[in-house]
């Protein structure tokens, strides 16, 4: 078989850190399973790369990483000296800039969050049915909110007008909710390998009569941004026709905030545009237990060779960075998923992504609430995989 | 005293129950505090209206209401018959659009939704720290993300381009921050005044050395949407500066609804934009308990003589309608915040507001869990008001 290449960008913070963990799990998985794998560090984008260069990376940087299979990133984002009093300001706008031009430049149309809540993770809902909270947050990344269109008129002065442009195609509509119809799909189908049931009910004509494996929700609000939102509705009404085994489901954005926390075991698929997907995406991230657990998927799904990105969802946190402190399980169940993704065609590394899940998973369980510094636990995971 | 007038527009589905018990409450508040107070009914906006007359209100609509001090509004939205599969389809877009008008049309450039987990409200968090949220979110609602601007090029076909033109002015984010800021400072008098505290720091150079009785939190998504997200931030900084006793905070709005969960009870006042307002006010909304308690109010705090809308954040629930079934206790409290909100120069009037809150807190506190009937409650506050 071919090598797998990954990209490894530690990044700013605590990233470094975490990603030392997860590469050491991936040299167990690699040498126990003998995975075609290898892996190469970019010091870049970093906030450091940026003190030095003026810029989070070299100009070059997507040519650099365009060949590898995916990209392993830990953080990023520093907002400089505690005691600069206009940290709060810059932090983000300048050093996150390099995740939005990876997404466009390798067209990583879907970003992903699963959202179940583990054993052991963080609950945040009183009710106990949270336990069942078993969700695919599937957020259009490539267009929409996100084009970065838009000025300042009389820029500064008490007059002026700031605009912003959304701009959705029905290309990209279309492949997110056909991505959307396929995930719940697939989902029913892991379900019933492992022996798992669950029912949905359709909010067309078969509500009342037909129960269903796996649902799809589509979230827009298209009672207020109407061109937009007619538009993924007449997709989603078309597409739906070509997968009659999925019920489906339409909430309005604000609703679906609500419902998230009102009763987000219900929710089986959800598709959602970028900007309503990056909110959705974030709350679920903390019903499956929060930063401490959630991954971030940028992926890639069309034929193109483009690399994928797989990121935990927690920042660089540099109040800690550098202190062996940090809690690498996000960046574990991250590199988990990444596995999983590079093992579509391939189920060795397939299993072995499913092996580190579950090991990480098990830990997880096992040592809820401890205080463990960050090769503490990720000892613990590669001494439980070697086995 | 002049008379206040209310125009009173009770909509769809439960809305007519809920309204006739605020009405009933009204009628004791009036004769017991000699309120010079008066009340119009109107049969629109409404789906009933729609379907007689093939618009949701008449065409001088906005003429006839804009000389009463408030509107008070009851619910609105009918998805049509049950057994109809597009129905969802429609619900929303056609019959909400009256709110949009109005909105827009009496210039309500404040939306706001505060959030306080009252005794006897359900609890969606497992931390008992629920208990201390006390947030009051506002909502830019004039502008922005809602202007209505943008199209559909090549409609229906898959080149089809849908654009949305958001439109931001300096002046409306002027206005609702410093309302923010004034909102914080109110809200620190009054719980001195009430013998409770509360502390906060600050996100600028004093954050470590100075503890502030209140706080503005700015949500915006300026790593992403920059061009009004640094208009709005550059507001802030500017206006901020008048408020030397007011703690300032800022967030992303993807961070800020994970925090909304995490940990609601940091926030004191959060301003935010008409869109991602609107996500944050309903999740404020759970946060305090729920559709059930949550009231809305849409305010044009000019001196324009504009009418003010109030309603409850809960929808217009026709599968319960016509039945008694309806719980109007957020109805209720919304008749509270208007009476304290017409009130602003009224004394008598505000303290009748305050003391419909309490009766309608205390018999929340009392009745927690409890089934009743839209009557039987309305029946209760009438009786507890009369004394
Ligand atoms: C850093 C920021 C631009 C990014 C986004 O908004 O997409 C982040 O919030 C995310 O979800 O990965
Ligand atoms: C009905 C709809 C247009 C409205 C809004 O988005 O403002 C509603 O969600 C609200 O919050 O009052």
């Known amino acids: 078989a071919e090598t797998t290449r990954i990209a490894v960008t530690p990044g700013d913070g605590v990233g470094p850190e975490v990603v030392e963990e997860a590469l050491r799990c991936l040299e167990v998985l690699r040498t126990k399973h003998n995975l075609a794998l290898e892996w190469t560090r970019f010091p870049w984008p970093s906030h450091t790369w940026h003190q030095k260069h003026g810029e989070s990376m070299p100009d070059d940087a997507l ?8 990209i392993l990133l830990g953080a990023l984002g520093d907002p400089g000296p505690l005691d600069d009093p206009d940290r709060y300001l ?19 149309w879907v970003c992903e969050r699963p959202a179940r809540l583990l054993p052991g993770a963080r609950q945040y809902l009183a009710d106990e049915r949270a336990k069942d909270i078993d969700m695919l947050v599937i957020r259009e990344n490539s267009e929409g909110e996100y084009v970065s269109q838009g000025g300042r008129l009389r820029k500064g002065t008490e007059d002026e007008v700031a605009t ?10 279309d492949r997110i909710i056909r991505y959307g119809f396929e995930q719940a799909r697939a989902r029913a189908a892991e379900r019933v390998k492992e022996g798992r049931t669950r029912s949905f009910r359709s909010l067309d004509g078969n509500r009342d009569t037909q129960a269903f494996e796996s649902q799809v929700c589509l979230v827009t609000k298209r009672n207020a941004l109407r061109y937009w939102g007619d538009m993924y509705t007449e997709a989603f009404e ?44 974030d709350l679920a991230a903390v019903l499956s237990g929060g930063m401490g657990v959630a991954p971030s998927c940028n992926l890639n799904p069309s034929d193109t060779g483009m690399p ?26 991250t590199t988990a998923r990444m596995l999983q993704w590079l093992g579509r065609k391939d189920p060795v590394m397939a299993a072995a992504g499913k092996e580190l899940f579950s090991t ?12 463990r510094r960050t090769r503490e ?4 995971i590669c001494q439980q995989i070697a086995g």
């Open 164 to 173: 912003q442009m959304e701009v959705f195609t029905r290309r990209a509509t």
């Open 360 to 371: 990480v998973a098990a830990d997880l369980k096992e040592n809820a609430g401890k205080q």
């Open 238 to 281: 078309e597409i739906r026709k070509e997968y009659a085994d999925v019920a489906i489901h339409h909430e309005l954005v604000d609703a679906a905030c609500m419902k998230f926390v009102q009763n987000p075991w219900a929710f089986d698929v959800v598709v959602a545009s970028n900007l309503q997907g990056d909110i959705l995406t």
């Open 377 to 380: 636990i990720g000892e613990a």
């Open 308 to 333: 994928s990105m797989f990121e935990p969802t927690h920042g660089s946190a540099p109040d800690i960075a550098g202190q062996g402190l940090a809690d690498p399980t996000a960046m574990l169940f």
């Open 90 to 108: 810059l932090s983000d706008s300048v050093s996150l800039a390099p995740l939005l031009e990876m997404r466009k430049g390798f067209d990583q």
């Open 63 to 70: 040519d650099q990483l365009r060949h590898y299979d995916a």
